[in-house]
């Protein structure tokens, strides 16, 4: 198509941006270059922002929560009270799903990095799980089963069993037997009152919780590894 001058409609040549007959300044418009999204790096096949696959920091997070619900319900359930065995199952399922993520999101390896950030979402969805199984045991132990005098039985003995490690600690600072007796009523009195028990079982809940976080933060590290290690298929 031919441009032709805006005032005096003189045909232009190439790209004038004066009219060599009247001389007026031709308005002219130039394209300016769209940015194209990030392409996938070759060398990690993640990629660094949002892209054409869906990454988001290198993480496709919808294949990642999938992965993370899957393998954090039965964690959450098996670790509800939290034990040797109980971690070890939460740093065996977080680095399942690391590596479940990874086949379904079809990535040959993942940055550790990677992997402790889908483990740490995989401890928190567990965690919450944890807390809500084990205080619900907790409430139909004492009032649908009615076994609160037991657990307060327990508890009144972990309470004397703490407060003679506390007298013997206080004695060795050099308080006097009369500063030592006052401190472990008033420490005896709050641990023995309603508050007391619910804030030393929340502490605990909240303690084991803690745990299962940092083990499965480990766990996807781990899987990381692991799934970085794996043989690739021969053609």
Known sequence: MEVTCQRCHEPLRGAERYCSVCGLP???????????????????????????????DGIAWRPALKAAVILAVPAGVLC?????????????ASAWAVALYAR???????????????????????????????????????????????????HDAEVDKSLQVGRQIWASMGMGSADVAQMSQVYR?????????????????IFGAALLIFFATIGGAVGARLVGRRPRPTS
Do not use: C, K, N
Request: proline share 4%; charged share 15%.
């Open 80 to 92: 509800y009270s939290v034990t040797t065995l109980g971690l070890f199952w939460m740093v065996t």
């Open 26 to 56: 031709q308005l002219t418009y130039i394209a300016s270059e769209i940015p194209q999204p990030e392409s996938v790096d070759a060398e990690d096949g993640l990629a660094p922002g949002l892209g054409s696959g869906g990454l988001i």
């Open 104 to 154: 379904r999101a079809q990535f040959d390896r993942l940055p550790v990095r990677i992997g402790a950030r889908i483990g740490l979402v995989t401890g928190l969805l567990a965690s919450w799980l944890a807390i809500g199984v084990e205080g619900s045991a907790i409430w139909v132990a004492r009032f649908v089963l009615h076994q609160g005098g037991r657990m307060d039985s327990l």
């Open 189 to 205: 009195t709050w641990m023995l009152s309603a508050e007391g028990r619910a804030g030393e079982v929340l502490s605990q809940l």
